[in-house]
């Protein structure tokens, strides 16, 4: 597939702006979706990979035939994905997807339980010496979950660096913990920011604009290193949060804009995420069950 190929051909047929997207006032919601199916179908940079099928959630060890057939339902569409672990059947996404041609940013789950921590630490190093492992993401909002000190951090970061003198090592966070640790962006090859206009109250018709300045607000951060946006999506169902409607509706709208403006402007996103988990409600509430392109079951939503 020849990725973002078709981008071109639906900003022409839309009217679309740098900071609001398309214009989507003379859209209906049939030719939405028609857009929204198009826009996946150019294919996109990158892809959150959600593990868990309905009943099933953190813990719980994955099968390799369930990663197998996951990855075989998304390849078509992106040409990196993105996992959250070492363990637990985690192993095997940048495994396979190492073996279907894809792009792998591979995490360390790192949090309180300091023995977990070690296992998953190693489970990185061993993928990397694999070649299993493009981007090592060590830890996903450890600070912003405050489950472990900065100088716990910086350790593992240091640890990883070292086994990986040949790999690009990043950590994933909120887009404005980087300006609040700048001695974690110097510690790190590439920036890894998660920006969620939706978890920011922010109504659709701004969030383009607004992702934009998280983004911005990263960059300023980096210092001249590269910022990739890890993290961002918008849920199809569930409660509203301020200005942020959870509908089927924005749920296209941001994918679509999201997408328009990775291509347009060169940005590497991940999107988040590629199927609904069900175990997702606690924290995060309803909403939490429903950001993926397809449904819990494996269904492509729209």
């Not at 719980?60 to 959250?84: A, G």
């Not at 640890?159 to 001695?183: I, S």
């Not at 995420?273 to 729209?302: I, P, Q, R, Y």
Request: with cysteine.
């Amino acid at each position: 597939m020849s990725y973002r190929k078709g981008h071109h051909f639906t900003l022409e047929k839309h009217s679309y702006s740098s900071h609001a997207g398309i214009d989507f006032s003379k859209v209906s919601e049939d030719e939405l979706r028609e857009l929204w199916l198009e826009t996946l179908q150019n294919g996109m940079h990158g892809l959150c990979f959600s593990m868990y099928e309905d009943g099933q959630k953190p813990g719980d060890v994955i099968t390799e035939e369930q990663v197998s057939r996951r990855i075989e339902i998304i390849k078509p569409y992106t040409k990196w994905v993105r996992s959250f672990s070492c363990i637990e059947g985690n192993e095997h996404i940048p495994r396979i997807a190492k073996q279907q041609g894809l792009k792998t940013m591979v995490g360390a789950w790192l949090g309180d339980d300091l023995e977990l921590n070690e296992k998953e630490i190693a489970g990185l190093i061993t993928l990397a010496k694999e070649g299993c492992v493009d981007i090592a993401a060590v830890g996903n909002e450890v600070l912003y979950r405050n489950d472990l000190t900065k100088e716990q951090l910086l350790g593992y970061i240091h640890r990883v660096k070292e086994a990986l003198p040949n790999t690009q090592v990043g950590y994933v966070d909120a887009y404005y913990e980087f300006t609040q640790h700048q001695d974690i962006v110097d510690a790190t090859d590439v920036v890894l920011a998660n920006c969620y206009p939706y978890w920011e109250g922010c109504p659709m018709e701004y969030s383009l604009n607004h992702m934009q300045q998280m983004f911005g607000q990263a960059t300023d951060a980096a210092r001249g290193k590269k910022v990739i946006i890890t993290e961002t999506g918008w849920p199809s169902e569930g409660s509203t949060l301020r200005g942020s409607i959870s509908n089927a509706v924005n749920a296209m709208k941001y994918f679509i804009n999201t997408q328009a403006w990775s291509a347009k402007d060169d940005i590497d996103i991940l999107y988040f995420s590629s199927f609904d988990e069900s175990w997702k409600v606690g924290a995060e509430g309803d909403v939490g069950a429903f950001w993926g392109l397809w449904d819990k079951n494996e269904k492509l939503k729209f």
